[in-house]
């Protein structure tokens, strides 16, 4: 139980500070209702006609509008947001790494893998080996 409740502070901690970072960058309601839509579906797959239609936007005005507001498209944001949840799982569970891709709505481990080198730098093997030595 005491396991659950830091994880859960933590993550509420981790999502506040996210929208503290999206709400310095802009003032736009669009982008705040969106952002807050990517961190409580990080879980599943996340596609900016998906978001643009749940803010009843045309997809092309809401990509150059989310760009615009932020300084990174859509997309750069939900890989972002997505990392850093994976970084938090890697950091407070034990969770394998398949179940952390799954977590996060990949369906494709190798390509999860991919995208958690180019962002962080290491594999997430080799992430969760640096925070253990």
């Not at 615009?68 to 969770?95: C, P, W």
């Not at 893998?113 to 093997?125: A, D, E, Q, Y």
Request: aromatic residues 12%; contains cysteine; proline residues 2%.
């Amino acid at each position: 139980m005491a396991e659950l409740e830091h994880w859960l502070t933590e993550h509420f901690q981790s999502v506040v500070t996210r929208a503290g970072e999206v709400w310095e960058r802009s003032r736009r309601t669009e982008v705040m209702e969106a952002c807050h839509y990517v961190s409580l579906h990080l879980d599943k797959r996340i596609s900016l006609e998906e978001v643009a239609d749940h803010l009843f936007l045309n997809s092309g005005y809401f990509s150059r509008l989310f760009k615009k507001e932020t300084g990174e498209t859509f997309i750069e944001y939900v890989t972002r947001m997505k990392m850093n949840r994976a970084k938090e799982l890697l950091d407070q569970t034990s969770h394998p790494v398949g179940k952390i891709c799954e977590m996060l709505g990949y369906d494709n481990q190798s390509y999860f893998i991919k995208i958690f080198k180019s962002s962080v730098g290491v594999t997430p093997v080799e992430y969760r080996g640096q925070k253990t030595s």
